[in-house]
């Protein structure tokens, strides 16, 4: 009904406004007067916003080649992974190797942190290994949302794990219309089934506001003049 729909709506705006809060503070932290401060994070704003706008698992962001991305027609290659224990190796699955687009402000991003490097890893530690998850969830992450939301996790936002980045890049994608097989595809699922499992009712709300918008806009052409 109605009220439903308002109630799904604020609660995307909310998703939205909370990943809204946590780009910029990365955004906020890379341009900090301190150069450290500044360098260490840009880092993982390029990272972090990358994974928000494709949906890479953090696996494939920390074990992204530089040669699999290319800036100039801003897109990027799957074609490994690093593991927990920063170990390389094969993506997830045969469905996880794809081509996905990025846009312009992430590639300007990528260019900063890439610089003039022609190899290894895009985002790596100082001896060239993959970040470690430890690493970004103290150092990172939880500091971010502790500085955002308080010292009490509990009062934090739901969801807000270390997936909640390519959560909310697929209910972007589900709530601009596109199709359970579409969003399979992008984020590298093994099959529409497996996606719809975990957001078949972000499918179902986007049929519903819909189906109420055509209702709605059928209601209104009723009364129009002609």
Do not use: C
Request: charged residues 20%.
């Amino acid at each position: 009904n109605l009220n439903q729909n308002f109630l799904v709506l604020a609660q995307q705006l909310l998703v939205l406004q909370t990943v809204q809060a946590l780009l910029g503070y990365l955004d906020r932290k890379a341009a900090d007067p301190n150069k450290w401060v500044a360098r260490n994070w840009s880092r993982y704003q390029a990272m972090l916003h990358l994974v928000a706008n494709t949906g890479l698992r953090m696996s494939e962001v920390r074990g992204l080649p530089i040669t699999s991305v290319d800036l100039d027609n801003r897109l990027l290659k799957v074609t490994q992974r690093a593991d927990e224990k920063g170990i390389i190796g094969h993506p997830k699955s045969a469905t996880s190797y794809r081509t996905i687009k990025f846009p312009q402000p992430v590639g300007e991003l990528l260019r900063a942190q890439i610089g003039d490097r022609t190899s290894g890893l895009v985002f790596s530690t100082r001896d060239g290994r993959p970040i470690g998850l430890q690493n970004i969830d103290n150092h990172i992450w939880r500091p971010m949302l502790r500085d955002l939301f308080g010292d009490d996790p509990k009062a934090w936002p739901a969801g807000l794990g270390r997936h909640a980045l390519r959560h909310f890049y697929a209910s972007r994608l589900i709530a601009s219309g596109a199709t359970p097989k579409e969003v399979q595809v992008w984020l590298g699922h093994d099959d529409p089934a497996f996606t719809l499992r975990i957001y078949g009712q972000l499918f179902t709300e986007s049929h519903d506001r819909l189906e109420a918008f055509s209702d709605a806009l059928y209601a209104r052409l009723l009364v129009t003049d002609l």
